[in-house]
């Protein structure tokens, strides 16, 4: 639902991104200008940071709905969800409290706002202004009650290379910094180089997004909404990552995130790679298509197939 929406806009930026950089690369090769080439370069490096940075805000967005749909009370979160949003909140009123006159006429209305039934609309619990270093999206993800063991993942190769996750985050926020501040490029890597950079930080950011999905799942166990029915006749007929669904209940795309579920236990969050009907390959389907099968990222181990929170 409101993760997976989530999602779904931040692959469109990165996609995006992408694109663009195929675009330029081809203005490249045809000026011999080596400014063009390092402003084209820096270019790239700030859209992808901005990826980044717009895929964490949209992710908090997708959660926010969530708990403010979930709480209409916030009293009512786990506690160390509770106790996150009030610290986050009172270091806003503490800082309006600190403003100029126009901002203390605010300080009242953002008290009530802490345990108000929209509370989520304005709660900071999940904003992040500082800039994506790794271990600041760690402590920003604590704030929902991740814990490390679910962040393993950071510390995992990105790709073939020796790379970790956070590695690779780290060093596009070091990259980026100083051409944020009007500096040259250091250096100059070739389009091909940072689209694998570019996959690669979008997988730290989809892998965000399947932790959220998974943690907010499992702790807050929101009704499980069925993506379609599972054909038991012939699943085990089809490899250990392809799921045939009966008929659809929702309409699903290629790149969907979807929880893998076994009765009550709420097991992986898995990405939908590929989606054939009738030996037909298809980029999405609608509500009630039948006789579908979905290849996933993840072995699915005999899950039902349902609807991120």
């Known amino acids: 639902m409101y993760l997976n929406a989530a999602w779904r806009r931040c692959s469109e930026r990165f996609d995006e991104v992408a694109s663009f950089i195929d675009v330029s690369a081809a ?3 045809m000026s011999s200008d080596p400014s063009i080439r390092s402003d084209l370069y820096g270019s790239w490096v700030l859209l992808t940071y901005a990826s980044c940075q ?29 106790r996150a949003h009030e610290k986050m909140s009172f270091e806003a009123v503490r800082r ?19 345990y108000s039934k929209n509370w989520a ?19 920003w993800m604590k704030r929902l009650g991740i814990n490390d063991g679910d962040l393993a993942w950071m510390s995992q190769p990105a790709s073939d290379s020796s790379e970790t996750y956070a590695s690779r985050l780290s060093e596009l926020v070091s990259e980026r910094n100083p051409i944020a501040h ?30 959220a999905s998974l943690h907010l799942s499992r702790e807050h166990k929101p009704r499980l909404r069925s993506v379609g029915a599972v054909d038991r006749k012939v699943i085990d007929k089809l490899g ?36 054939k009907s009738s030996g037909k390959s298809h980029d999405e389907v609608p509500v009630g298509f039948e006789a579908v099968a979905f290849g996933l990222n993840k072995p699915h181990q005999g899950c039902g197939v349902y609807l991120t929170p």
Request: with cysteine; glycine share 6%; proline share 5%.
């Open 27 to 29: 203005a490249i090769r």
């Open 54 to 82: 717009f895929a964490l805000h949209e992710i908090g967005k997708g959660c926010m709905l969530f708990l403010g749909e979930r709480y209409s009370n916030p009293s009512r979160m786990p506690e160390q969800v509770l």
């Open 96 to 114: 309006l409290s600190d403003g100029d006159l126009k901002d203390k006429a605010l300080v009242r209305q953002a008290l009530q706002n802490i």
């Open 121 to 139: 609309s304005h709660s900071p619990l999940l904003k992040i202004e500082r800039n994506v270093w790794p271990d600041n999206v760690r402590e």
């Open 182 to 211: 009007g500096d040259s490029p250091s250096r100059l890597l070739s389009a091909p180089l940072m689209k694998d950079w570019l996959t690669e930080c979008r997988g730290f950011m989809e892998n965000c997004c399947m932790s």
């Open 240 to 275: 250990k990552s392809t799921i045939p669904i009966l008929k659809t209940n929702v309409s699903v795309r290629v790149g969907d995130h979807v929880l893998l579920a076994d009765g009550n236990e709420r097991k992986k969050i898995a990405r939908i790679e590929s989606i």
